[in-house]
């Protein structure tokens, strides 16, 4: 469904992804996660064909997506924050999304409208930053697309839209099996409705793997700081603190029973690390470890 193969893509003088692959060909939901200016959106973009690569394919269904409008056919991109005109009311950008997206389901889209409490007759311009995010989610939904791409789609929600956000999206997605790809800052918010995590960094993928996978990763130990001088020397430490004579370090191994077995043999407590300091950890520099 989706092939990036060793895509460069620079803006001017910033590079971006570089020698970048990410193949995706199941009918799943998968999350894209990267730091601030890690490429998210501009992945999408050339996923979307609104970016050209400067080097590298781009395959969605068969197509190219630059400059091929026969992309719109599979796919849905709804970008954070869409230029809607300033004209528009509610029911316009409805219109829009029909028009370029031909297996549009009009009847659910009004659905959604009630569902979120969007009135029809009201301008973009007046919605707030929540409710624009639920016109953005319920255009993308309502798409139908083989595959449709979600930029920050739960931007501005609050925790009641949210619920309704992810019943509407896991309702439509098992009425409807499709690749959504829906990029995140809050990794908390979508790990329970994506079963794939995309993980961008460096320009590159870090991680393309089962959401239930990248939970695992991560352990957090604490005891006694004489109980870490060997452990510390030979793994790789993400994060440590110090308090008095105990110490709490985090280790980028997996929550096994192999290392609840050894952390029992030594004294220590484990317990599995969130995915949200695991992230960040990884995609910050190592530190140096005080031995
Ligand atoms: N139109 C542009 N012109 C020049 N540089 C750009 C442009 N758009 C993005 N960039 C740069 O490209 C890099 C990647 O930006 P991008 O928006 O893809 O990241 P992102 O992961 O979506 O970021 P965020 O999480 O902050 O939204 C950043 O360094 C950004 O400053």
Redesign the pocket.
């Known amino acids: 469904m989706i092939e990036v193969n060793q895509v460069h893509f620079r803006?001017?003088t910033?590079d971006?992804l570089h020698d970048f692959s990410l193949i995706e060909h199941e009918k799943v939901i998968v999350g894209l996660w990267?730091?601030?200016?890690?490429?998210?959106?501009?992945?999408?973009?050339l996923l979307a064909g609104h970016l050209k690569p400067n080097q590298g394919e781009i395959n969605i269904q068969g197509f190219t997506p630059y400059n091929d409008d026969r992309t719109n056919n599979h796919l849905c991109y709804m970008q954070?924050d869409h230029p809607f005109s300033k004209m528009w009311k509610v029911k316009d950008a409805l219109r829009f999304g029909n028009y370029y997206n031909p297996n549009f389901d009009m009847d659910f889209a009004k659905k959604l409208l009630s569902i979120f409490n969007l009135n029809e007759k009201k301008h973009v311009s007046g919605l707030s930053k929540g409710m624009k995010s639920a016109l953005q989610f319920i255009i993308g939904m309502a798409s139908n697309a083989d595959i449709t791409i979600l930029?920050?789609p739960t931007n501005g929600l609050d925790i009641a839209m949210q619920k309704k956000f992810n019943k509407v999206l896991l309702d439509s997605y098992e009425e409807n099996p499709r690749l959504i790809l829906l990029?995140s800052?809050n990794i908390e918010e979508i790990q329970t409705l994506c079963e794939a995590l995309v993980v961008?960094h460096d320009g590159n993928v870090l991680f393309h793997e089962p959401m239930e996978t990248m939970r695992e990763k991560g352990i957090w130990l604490s005891g006694e700081k004489d109980a870490f001088s060997t452990i510390i020397q030979s793994h790789t430490v993400l994060e440590q603190q110090v308090i008095g004579t105990k110490m709490k370090v985090m280790l980028d191994e997996p929550f096994t029973s192999e290392w609840k077995h050894f952390a029992m043999a030594n004294g220590l407590t484990i317990e599995p690390a969130s995915l949200h300091d695991y992230l960040v950890n990884r995609t910050e520099k190592r530190i140096e470890v005080a031995q």
């Open positions: 803006y001017h910033t971006v990267g730091r601030n200016g890690s490429g998210k959106t501009t992945l999408m973009k954070e930029d920050e990029s800052h961008i």
